[in-house]
């Protein structure tokens, strides 16, 4: 089995670079590609001269916002990376790279230790199975500290560390590290203003030999303790060869029983080189990964695929969306495996979906099979067949042409019309499904409107196109303002994302914050208001009586003016009409018409033109003309006389309210409590799961409003939320006038 540079799969290993922002992955990143001979220039952060930083706004920013991935070589081993951004707006990013990857590089910042980003990637790499090795960076910082963020690492995100470096030299006097398995010092010398240029292998010092000794024990009683061959050597020997050491730590990271800790500092290109060993024996192949797992409809699914490819779809999809739950719940509509075997029916995911100046690239990662340029594949989210038009090697924002990719393989591809991420591309004659990566709900939302009205459809279509890059953003009108609303995971991610636009279609966007549609109820009502509707301009006229009577909904219809108004059917639910006429004074069909004047009258509310709900209308008398009276007049009649009637009542506004459930550490509820209190937010119910916080509470919508940015200041961005529309309520004076 070989891939597309004649390598067996065994050489081959997909990782990602994980941290928090600044802790260093991407220039971790560009010391790799360095390292390996891909770059021949160091790029800077600083400096906006990364590889992987290609987009103008990340060098503008200073900060990683999309996942790029690169290729290299080390030790006769392909390395496909993938650097992903460290900020939590960006965490769906991480996710759908997550997704498709094999393993792992954590980088943790040296005197920060474990950062709040750092803990929520690791917790998405736990949801899936992703086996990870840890590179503790910057130590030539002032106040680092290999043994505190080891410590740190310990403590919050609950591993077990196996260290196998020593440092030589603190902070600026950082040269080097003690390989604990080999008992070898290494060292970088100073290339001059170039940096450091070469390792260099040696002796351990000889002050640092006993503590090297006694770390190189603690090293082999952890690994002795896990693993059965390891334990079974140490008995006999009472120590570890540096082989045995080997493989067992190898077989405790893929199996997550343990991570491997180094250290060293990637802007001084210290470090690097162990690192990439690291990867090579530690982190998995794609033979060593069980698998990937999907739904096959068979040929007949193929043949109505309109039919029970799609209903395999969405069952993926639904089981995607309990990720947090755990991987294992993908396996109740789980019917095929694919092997990593060149040779098996072609299998792809699609994670990630990019337009450029020469073309729409979709990127995947190939599970199994071969595809070359010009192949027809399905597509299974949309049940058709799409032809590869190029196969690319993709280095960041350059590619380079391949003629095939095989089992293993990430790489991106040109041609394909309707791939999304988290599309299945497979062989027309194999169909499977696979798992899609998980999609979070957007937590805040702007309204965007085009500057002119003849921008208005350029607008739209990228708003689309952003859509379909980043499935985290969404796009929506609301029907009753008439916004248009873009929702994403943060303020720094919907910034980007209209920033993208400007720049990229030079288009001016205006960006304010989403009305709140607010409803009236009635508080008190009328009885018996008579209205008469009476007109002739010649010929028929038209002429209809009606008396209403305007009341609350009662309890029996479960509604309460000084309670919630289900916010799922305001129209319906919110308003109820009888009749009470008898003998016949006013006829059905005309009943029917006062009714549905009635409707009608709903759209617009006395006190500020807000919708109308919670009411109960009653037609207790009426009468006809024997020509004039038609169901256009009494239609009239409903909507005049109801209008006339709501201007009798006592009404009230009603603001919408959201159920927020809100998950944070348990040393931050004070904090989070005060400030739900301080959003009129009512408390509802308060638990501890799993070393977490979670409180539920009600909320007005209109108070929700930059509570993500608060949420994730108050609790060091470890505090998550999510909301669900619940209803309306009473909303006091100050709040509508805003």
């Not at 409809?297 to 209903?311: E, F, I, P, T």
């Not at 009635?522 to 010649?538: E, P, W």
């Not at 028929?540 to 008396?547: I, L």
């Not at 009608?600 to 807000?610: F, N, Q, T």
Request: charged share 25%.
């Amino acid at each position: 089995m070989r891939n597309n540079l004649d390598r067996p799969l065994s050489a081959v290993r997909n990782l990602g670079i994980l941290a928090h922002v600044d802790a260093g992955k991407t220039t971790v990143t560009e010391r790799i590609l360095y390292a390996t001979g891909s770059t021949h220039k160091r790029g800077e952060v600083h400096d906006g001269t990364t590889i992987t930083d290609f987009d103008p706004q990340e060098r503008d920013r200073g900060i990683t916002i999309f996942a790029a991935a690169v290729s290299c070589d080390w030790d006769s081993h392909r390395i496909n990376l993938i650097d992903t951004p460290g900020h939590v707006d960006f965490a769906d990013e991480v996710e759908r790279s997550l997704r498709v990857l094999d393993g792992a590089v954590a980088v943790f910042d040296a005197v920060a230790g474990v950062e709040p980003q750092s803990e929520s990637v690791w917790r998405q790499a736990d949801r899936h199975g992703v086996p990870r090795i840890a590179f503790v960076n910057k130590l030539d910082r002032a106040g680092a500290d290999l043994d505190a963020a080891v410590a740190s690492i310990r403590a919050r995100l609950h591993p077990v560390p196996l260290v196998v470096h020593l440092p030589i030299g603190v902070e600026d006097g950082f040269t080097g590290v003690v390989d604990l398995l080999r008992m070898r010092a290494l060292t970088w010398s100073d290339g001059g203003d170039t940096g450091v240029e070469c390792v260099v292998e040696g002796a351990v010092p000889e002050e640092l030999r006993e503590e090297a000794r006694r770390r190189r024990r603690v090293l082999e009683e952890a690994v002795a303790e896990r693993h059965p061959a390891a334990l079974e050597e140490f008995c006999d020997r009472e120590t570890l060869s540096a082989e045995t050491l080997s493989g067992a730590l190898r077989d405790l990271t893929r199996t997550g029983d343990g991570v491997v800790v180094l250290c060293g500092s990637a802007y001084r290109n210290r470090g690097i080189e162990p690192l990439l060993d690291a990867v090579v024996a530690y982190l998995p192949s794609p033979l060593d990964v069980p698998p990937v797992c999907g739904m096959h409809d068979g040929a007949d699914g193929m043949r109505n695929a309109g039919g029970s490819m799609h209903a395999a779809v969405d069952r993926m999809q639904k089981a995607s969306r309990g990720m947090h739950d755990g991987v294992d719940r993908i396996q109740d509509v789980v019917g095929e495996q694919r092997p990593a075997d060149p040779a098996a029916p072609f299998a792809a995911l699609a994670f990630k979906v990019s337009a450029t100046p020469t073309g729409r690239l979709t990127y995947l990662r190939v599970y199994s099979g071969t595809i070359e340029k010009g192949d027809a594949v399905w597509e299974s989210g949309t049940r058709r067949t799409e032809r590869i038009g190029r196969i690319l090697r993709v280095q960041a924002d350059r590619h380079a042409q391949l003629e095939r990719a095989v089992a293993g393989d990430i790489v991106a591809v040109v041609g394909l019309k309707s791939a999304r991420a988290g599309s299945t591309l497979c062989a027309p004659e194999a169909p499977i499904v696979l798992e899609p990566p998980g999609v979070p709900d957007p937590v805040v939302s702007v309204a965007v409107e085009a500057c002119t009205s003849a921008d208005a459809d350029r607008l739209a279509t990228a708003l689309a196109r952003l859509a379909e890059e980043d499935p985290s953003l969404v796009v929506r009108t609301d029907p009753e303002t008439g916004q248009t609303v873009l929702s994403g995971m943060g303020e720094l991610h919907l910034e980007v994302a209209v920033e993208k636009i400007r720049r990229s279609l030079g288009l001016e966007v205006k960006v304010g914050r989403p009305r709140v549609t607010y409803r009236e109820t009635v508080v008190r009502g009328v009885s018996g208001l008579d209205f008469r509707h009476v007109k002739q301009d010649g010929g028929a006229g038209q002429f209809a009586h009606v008396v209403l009577t305007v009341e609350p909904l009662g309890e029996s219809d479960a509604r309460d003016a000084g309670g919630a108004v289900d916010a799922g059917g305001e129209a319906e639910t919110g308003f109820a009409f009888r009749s009470t006429v008898v003998g016949g004074r006013v006829p059905q069909e005309f009943v029917r018409a006062v009714e549905a004047g009635c409707r009608d009258a709903l759209a617009e509310g006395p006190l500020g033109g807000h919708p109308v709900t919670g009411l109960r209308v009653t037609l207790t008398d009426g009468a006809t003309h024997v020509k004039d009276s038609s169901e256009m007049a009494f239609r009239t009649a409903g909507r005049l006389g109801l209008r006339e009637a709501l201007r009798g009542c006592v009404m009230a506004v009603l603001e919408p309210v959201v159920e927020v459930t809100v998950t944070v550490p348990e040393d931050a509820v004070g904090g989070v409590l005060g400030d739900l209190a301080g959003r009129r937010g009512r408390i509802s119910d308060s638990a501890v799961r799993g070393g977490s916080a979670v409180v539920t509470a009600t909320v007005p919508l209109a108070e929700l409003f930059g509570y993500a940015t608060r949420l994730r200041s108050r609790t060091q961005g470890r505090g998550t939320f999510s909301a669900r529309p619940t209803g309306y309520a009473p909303a006091p004076a100050a709040a509508t006038t805003r």
